[in-house]
């Protein structure tokens, strides 16, 4: 079994401010975006930046055999949203944008404007296979990539960019914190005993606090000393798969041309002792043709309007169930 995420970058049909400018161009976006997911051959990939959802049946159809879909009912201003796209028919377990119980509304703009909910929504569902259930969170967290009132990606001075990026990290935070509330309904106290996945876009690398705080306790990642000594804290755990991913490939996009690593995937205790291998696009898989090189990408997400493919590199991992 091989499950994974990916951000499709603006999966929008035609005639929309954001997707491709005609037919032909929408056509090459699936044609790429469906070769890759070819080349996977995912049982289930988590998906970010589905602006239709008839978008994401349309590529669905591109694809061999039966496929399902399903996304959230939350979308950002752009009408972006997360979802799945599976082999095995989904279950719907949550599909929520509220910040928990006792953390406060955060600031958004310099009017003090504030938020009391996740931009995009955080969707889980469960699949069932003959030999495991798995439940699986998707997520996008609040973009890195900053923009200032009347549709600038400039800021007027070096206060601005700096107050912008302090808002941006709050909705971040806030929005992992809920994610990790949602992870821990679906651990349901024991992560030994359950099969959990948490995917998505987190726009923000593998040392970043909001990644961190996903994880849970602290003390037993992959790589370090205690990895290997089960404690109490495995109940309650998720793992961030990144350094079974080769370091060469332990990329997801390229920014102004700094290679990193945004899009994750964090198991449950079990899942992580079935995993075989984890990887970035076709790495590691017997057809690597789904995966051309990224592009680096800038301030401005509109200079890639009605670009094939994606900006993204989805990331993955294979168990033995």
């Known amino acids: 079994m091989l499950l994974g995420t990916w951000n499709l970058e603006n999966l929008y049909r ?9 037919k032909a161009a929408y056509e090459a976006k699936l044609s790429s975006l469906a070769a890759t997911v070819r080349a996977l051959d995912p049982s289930l990939l988590g998906v970010q930046e589905v602006g239709d959802p008839a978008a994401l049946e349309d590529l669905a ?7 399902h879909t399903a996304v959230s009912r939350h979308a950002d201003d752009r009408g972006i949203r997360v979802g799945f796209l599976s082999r095995l028919e989904p279950e719907v377990l949550a599909d929520e944008e509220a910040f928990p119980a006792r953390l406060l509304p955060v600031q958004k703009d310099d009017a003090g404007a504030r938020v009391a909910a996740a931009g995009r929504g955080l969707f889980a569902v469960r699949i069932v296979s003959r030999a495991m259930a798995v439940d699986a969170a998707v997520c996008h967290l609040k ?19 700096a107050r912008v990026g302090a808002y941006a990290l709050f909705r971040r935070t806030a929005e992992a914190t809920t994610l990790r509330a949602l992870a821990d309904r679906l651990l349901a106290g024991d992560g030994r005993s359950r099969d959990v996945v948490v995917l998505g876009d987190l726009n923000d690398e593998v040392a970043a606090a909001t990644t961190q705080l996903l994880l849970g306790p602290p003390g037993s990642e992959l790589g370090t000393p205690g990895h290997a000594t089960p404690d109490r804290g495995d109940a309650a755990r998720l793992w961030n798969v990144a350094p079974l991913i ?12 700094r290679r990193e690593l945004i899009d994750h995937v964090l198991l449950s205790h079990r899942l992580l002792r079935r995993v075989t291998a984890g990887g970035t ?19 401005d997400p509109g200079d890639r309007k009605g670009a094939a493919g994606s900006d993204h590199a989805p990331v993955w991992v294979r168990f033995q169930p």
Do not use: I, M, N, Q
């Open 14 to 22: 035609p005639g929309t401010p954001f997707g491709p400018k005609d």
């Open 61 to 67: 159809g591109l694809l061999d055999g039966t496929w």
């Open 143 to 161: 973009s890195k990539l900053l923009s200032y009132p009347g549709g600038r990606f400039t800021p007027r001075d070096e206060g601005e960019r």
């Open 246 to 257: 080769p370091p060469e490939r332990r990329c997801s996009r390229v920014t102004s041309g």
């Open 281 to 299: 696009a076709g790495t590691g898989l017997p057809d690597a043709s789904g995966a051309p090189e990224l592009p680096s990408v800038g301030a």
